[in-house]
């Protein structure tokens, strides 16, 4: 290194980011030192001052430190942080700053969560940021923030929120492509309507009775945990496609036709019957199907899913090549009338890989016809997967039934398999 000249020296120490080691560094040489103002990232893990003995706070630590920076153009801090520590850094590197990544620790109810100025608000001086990310986050009240013109990525996880609040943030960011809200609790109802969007993942905490609005025609990849009632109606370039509801149910899905979608995943306690005919109908071009919804019913009861006619469903999806499936919807394609229309012609021409959950040994003769009819019709098939969960029965029909898919993976183990 002492070989070196300085432009290297300055170029090889821009890539040190942890506080410790740039403290550490500085202590080698004054030849060190001196580059360390060019490097561009800081982090500050969570225990950076754990064992800090020292009279200056950690907030004047940290303050010391980026003010020794040339252009500060990454600040990632896990450490505990006040406001007014916050905002005296932003006064100082707040222009240059590009990344920002803040745990914020301010959800607990406590004296802190009203300080001024307050953590959220202090963001508003670093008006170039090009990505935010924010964990354990306050938003009961809107931020104070201008526009963000170059913000593409804005991540929030760990949050509470009120509606007005999270509306007014997004309408600060109107150019992101990339949107991520996980683990928000509070959230009723949602509109989001951001142009250049491409790729979203909502989870909302609570009931599971939030509703979504959402206007973004580049949008390639959704991911909705926690809505009841969704609406998405530009979906050109919908490739990849998840909505769950562990808490709620979902009531109602609004989308346009799904042409681009490549795959689509459903899962929840109860769908309304309807909301699952749509999305099967809009995604008929889907090449990837995961399905694990355990009830239908429009109401409070709970209903297990009608007959679905094996034929006209596979007819349905030609494009279809991996489908992964589980108990419910197998259950409702297993009846015995599902295979009255397969003729000598009917093949499923995509299909490659099959992934069945079983959880009871009720109807085991159906059980048995249908995946036999994975194998007959589905002429590319290479494998099927078979995987027994949780089956409560005392009957001896569960051995019965067991000991056929035994008896029927044996004869077919090239395809077949029990995971």
């Not at 202590?27 to 490097?39: E, L, T």
């Not at 309507?193 to 580049?218: A, I």
């Amino acid at each position: 290194m002492d070989s070196l000249p300085d432009a290297i020296v300055q170029q090889i120490l821009s890539h040190i980011n942890n506080a410790r080691d740039v403290v550490a560094c500085n202590s080698v040489s004054k030849r060190w030192k001196d580059s360390m103002p060019y490097i561009r990232s800081l982090y500050f893990p969570r225990n950076s001052f754990d064992n800090h003995t020292g009279t200056d706070k950690p907030d004047n630590i940290v303050w010391k430190m980026i003010s020794s920076i040339v252009q500060l153009e990454e600040l990632v801090v896990y450490s505990p942080f006040s406001g007014a520590g916050l905002a005296s850094w932003l006064s100082l590197v707040g222009p240059s700053l590009r990344h920002l990544e803040l745990r914020m620790d301010n959800l607990v109810e406590n004296p802190t969560c009203n300080e001024s100025p307050s953590k959220l608000s202090c963001i508003g001086a670093a008006k170039n940021l090009e990505s935010l990310k924010l964990w354990g986050v306050l938003m009961t009240h809107s931020p104070k923030w201008d526009v963000y013109q170059n913000l593409w990525n804005l991540e929030i996880v760990g949050a509470r929120m009120e509606d007005p609040a999270l509306t007014d943030a997004i309408h600060a960011c109107p150019n992101l492509t990339n949107l991520l809200l996980l683990g928000c609790e509070g959230v009723r109802s949602v509109s989001i309507d951001l142009p250049h969007l491409r790729q979203c993942k909502l989870d909302f905490y609570g009931v599971g009775n939030c509703s979504l609005s959402l206007t973004s025609p580049k949008i390639e990849v959704l991911e909705v945990q926690g809505c009841s009632w969704i609406r998405v109606r530009e979906t050109n370039h919908l490739k990849n496609l998840s909505i769950a509801n562990n808490a709620g149910r979902v009531y109602m899905v609004d989308f346009g036709k799904l042409e681009a979608l490549e795959f689509l995943s459903i899962r929840g306690v109860q769908w309304c019957w309807d909301a699952i005919v749509n999305m099967l109908k809009w995604a008929s071009e889907v090449k990837h199907l995961y399905m694990k919804i355990e009830f239908t019913g429009d109401f409070e009861a709970l209903q297990p899913f009608p007959e679905i006619d094996f034929v006209e469903f596979f007819n349905g999806h030609p494009k279809l090549q991996k489908f992964d499936v589980h108990g419910a919807m197998f259950a409702a394609l297993c009846q015995k009338n599902s295979l009255k229309y397969a003729d000598s012609g009917f093949v499923i021409p995509c299909l490659e890989e099959v992934v069945v959950t079983v959880r009871s040994p009720l109807n085991a003769e159906q059980k048995m016809s249908t995946l036999e009819s994975f194998l007959k019709y589905g002429k590319n098939l290479k494998t099927l997967v078979l995987k027994i969960l949780q089956m409560k029965s005392s009957h001896s029909s569960a051995d019965d039934f067991f000991d056929e898919i035994c008896r029927f993976t044996y004869m077919n183990r090239k395809i077949v398999r029990i995971q």
